[in-house]
Structures are given as C-alpha cells and as structure tokens.
C-alpha cells in the first residue's frame, strides 16, 4: 500500500517520503483548523450587534465547512499532485455574509447563488483555458513581488490573530501593540519564542511541533494560572467538555435564483463580478506563492499542470455555494506544509482527511488556540520574504509595482487588492514609458478589471 501512494503520487521525483508528507500534511490542517470555527461565526453573525440570530447555524455551517473543506482538498491532491488544499476564503465569507445579505438584503441561499454563479463562471474560464493564460502573462516581477507580499499578509494574519497586533478601540492609530495582561498573550510569545528556537536548531517538524507544545502550554497554563488578578483575560486553550458531535447537513443545497430579480440584472452582475476577480485572483497569487516556495514554478513563473489546480479550486466556488459554506479557495496556510517539506499532493489529501473527521470531533479541534498556530504564520512569512532578493531593486518601473503588491496585501487585508495595485501601477508606468507595446494584452484585460473593481463603489453609487 505504501509503495503505491509512492509511486502515485511520485515521491521519489519530488524527493519526499511518506511521512515528510503526512507531517506536512498534519502541520497544514493545524493552521487552516481556525477556519472550522471562524467560518460559521462569520456567517452565523455571532457577536455582531443587531445582527444575531440572522445568520446561519453554527452547527450546520461548521458540518458544511469541514465537508467541502475536505472533499476538495483530496480531490486537489489527487489531481494536482500538489500540496495545496482547500477552504471556505476568508474574506469571501465576510463579503457574502455583510455585503450580500445584510447590505443588500439578499437571503442566505440568494446570497450562496452568487457565490454559485461566479464558480460556474470561473470554471467556464478555466475550461477555456484563460485563467492559467491571464496567469502565465503576468509579469515575473510582479510573481515574484505576490509571494513577497502573501508572506507578509499570511505574517501579519499571525501577528493580528494572536492578539499581538490590535485595532484600537479608539484614538488616531490603525494598528497597536496589543495588551499582554491576559493569558493568550503570554501563550503566543512563548510559542513563538518555541517555534523560532525550534527552527534555528533545524529540528524536523519544528513548525508541528511548536503548534503542539505551544497548545499543551497553553492548557496547563490556562489550569494553573487563569483567573489570578494579574490574567484577567480568559485562557488560551481548554479541554473539551465532549470529544463527538455528530455532522448537520439541514443548510445544504439551498439556492435561490431569484436574486435577479430582487437586485436587477446589472447589479447582479457586478455583485457576481467583485466576488469572481476576488476569487480569480486570490488563487492565482496563492499558486504563484506557494509555488515559488515550494520551487514548481519554471523560468518564466509558470506552474507545470496549472489547469487542475485552477479547475479542482474553480469547482471549489461552485461546491461552495450548493454547500452553503461560502466560497472554497487555495489557501495560503498551504505554504505551513511546503515549509514542513511537503512537495506532493498527499500533502493535501491528509489535510482533506482530517477535515472529514473533524465533523464528527470538532471539539478537539476547538482546542487548538490562534496563539498556538500564530508563530507558525509567522515564520512562514519569514520564509516566503527571500523571494524579495530575486527583484530588480533598481529597476524602478519593475521595483515600484512590486513593492506596491507587496504592501497593499498585508495593508488591506487583501491578496486580490494588492494585485490589483500591482497591475494598475506596473501597467501605467509601461504605459507613460512609452513601452505600452511590450504590455501582453492580457494584463491590460486584468488591469482595465481591477480598475473596474477599485471603482465599483462609485459605479454602484452613481446607478442608486
């Protein structure tokens, strides 16, 4: 058994064993887990003012979460032979659950039938073979600036998540140290502390092991010390109060195509078309990223056997949506096992594997705090920033775009806004350089739709 998944999924060309590639795996579900949780609070509306018990339920939204999680993973794997997996996007959840429904009134499985008509559009393109084109057209500059930039993002999302980092409540600063009073604080420093030591001694699995130490800290400390008056803050991790709780499919499969006709025809289609190039691009920067980390992309930037990935991840929205869980994506926490030395696609079959199971023992996975998986994001944007040294500093019409990809990513909360900013800049630059003639078509195609997209607030105002 064990000599054919080697040979299915070609350990010896990718250089690989079998357990580099479940430990890889392991390490990737660890810290995608967080989505189990987040993706029904977001669209279950827990904690939001004026808005609970507007939402979805949790219990189905999680069951939802984990089936569709785990069904596309394997079948990236399977097909793919990358170590890439899937999962409701972030972002994309947030889009469905605040814009969708309770900006523009839509109902939760109208809502889902956009997310289920920019799948059956992208899978259209995909088909068509112009998503890998308009991919394979970008210019490597600005490949090499995407996986820079998902570095910092996939950093700050560590920092932000641990509670290092915060929004402030009040006063003039868009970001802040955040208090160390409580006890998830001092948990993420140590784990982080852990992990970095880990990695310096070169110790295999130093990312797995330092999410499972940091976890066993974080709960004998939450026994021993939460609740004294210098830890007002809640613990960092608990053990469940029951290990089973059986999978709910009841939100499964609702759709309503009478969006149409609620919101008219050209705002659906700009409703559809913000959450398709979001989608579009989110995935493309997640390929080129973790590719380039992985080192599976060619001279040119270009990813070998692209279209399955871009197909399986393609049917991911569509899935997404017939799901009720949002639309499913390449996540960038993928690059966690490439860091591990996952190189193949059994990487995410395990990933797939373990989300299955996790319908049945979410609460285990409950255990694992944000503290826990923190450090691990953070050292994988550690990783990923080497790539910054490929670019041509000093070339400023290359260097400029770039550095703008890489900022507005971590800056905005968003992959797809900061290549957004990269096209538009890299194109016009070209263009008062007078070297528009060298611009593929193809860019000018994305640039004019990110100019689209910057501007659909204003097209959206100027139809009310």
């Not at 064993?17 to 609070?41: C, D, H, K, Q, S």
């Not at 939760?108 to 992208?122: D, H, K, R, S």
């Not at 974080?218 to 290990?243: C, H, Y």
């Not at 609460?363 to 691990?376: D, E, F, H, S």
Request: hydrophobic share 55%; aromatic share 10%.
């Amino acid at each position: 058994m064990a000599g054919t998944v080697e040979r299915y999924f070609r350990f010896g060309e990718r250089s690989t064993t079998l357990g580099t590639e479940v430990r890889a795996g392991l390490t990737t579900f660890m810290v995608m887990a967080y989505i189990i949780f987040v993706n029904p609070i977001i669209l279950g509306y827990v904690g939001v003012p004026g808005l609970e018990g507007k939402g979805l339920p949790f219990a189905a939204t999680l069951t939802v979460t984990c089936l569709t999680a785990g069904l596309l993973s394997i079948a990236m794997g399977v097909a793919s032979n990358y170590p890439l997996a899937l999962a409701p996007g972030m972002g994309l959840n947030a889009v469905v659950a605040f814009e969708l429904v309770a900006g523009r009134g839509l109902t939760w499985p109208q809502a889902m039938t956009v997310v289920f008509l920019e799948g059956l559009v992208i899978t259209l393109l995909v088909l068509t073979r112009f998503r890998e084109a308009v991919m394979d057209a970008v210019p490597m500059s600005l490949k090499q600036a995407i996986s820079v930039g998902i570095g910092l993002f996939i950093a700050f999302i560590g920092f932000f998540t641990s509670g290092f980092v915060v929004k402030p409540a009040s006063g003039p600063l868009p970001v802040a140290l955040g208090s160390f009073s409580g006890l998830p604080s001092v948990v993420f420093v140590l784990g982080f502390v852990l992990t970095a030591w880990l990695m310096a001694r070169r110790v295999r699995g130093a990312l797995l092991l330092g999410i499972v130490l940091t976890t066993l800290i974080a709960m004998v400390l939450n026994g021993a010390v939460a609740g004294w008056k210098g830890f007002p803050t809640p613990g960092a991790a608990r053990i469940p109060a029951a290990v089973v709780q059986g999978p709910d499919f009841s939100t499964f499969g609702r759709l309503d195509f009478g969006l149409v006709a609620k919101l008219g025809v050209l705002t659906a289609v700009l409703a559809t078309f913000s959450i398709m190039l979001s989608d579009f691009f989110d995935t493309m920067g997640t390929i080129i990223g973790v590719g380039g980390k992985a080192g599976f992309l060619d001279r040119q930037g270009r990813l070998p056997g692209a279209n399955r990935v871009l197909l399986v991840d393609s049917l991911g929205a569509l899935f997404g949506g017939v799901a009720n869980a949002s639309s499913n994506t390449t996540y960038i926490e993928s690059a966690a096992g490439v860091a591990e030395g996952g190189r193949t696609g059994l990487v995410a079959v395990v990933v797939g594997v373990l989300f299955l199971v996790a319908m049945w023992f979410s609460p285990l996975a409950a255990v694992i705090p944000a503290q826990a998986t923190a450090p691990a994001l953070i050292i994988v944007g550690f990783y990923m920033m080497a790539l910054a040294r490929d670019l041509a500093w000093d070339d400023y019409e290359e260097a400029i775009p770039a550095f703008t990809t890489m900022l507005v990513m971590p800056f905005t909360w968003s992959i797809t806004n900061g290549i957004g900013a990269g096209f538009v800049t890299w194109t016009a630059i070209k263009l008062l350089n007078g070297k528009g003639g060298r611009v593929h078509w193809m860019v000018y195609a994305a640039s004019a739709a990110f100019a689209v997209y910057f501007a659909l607030p204003v097209i959206e105002n100027a139809l009310r």
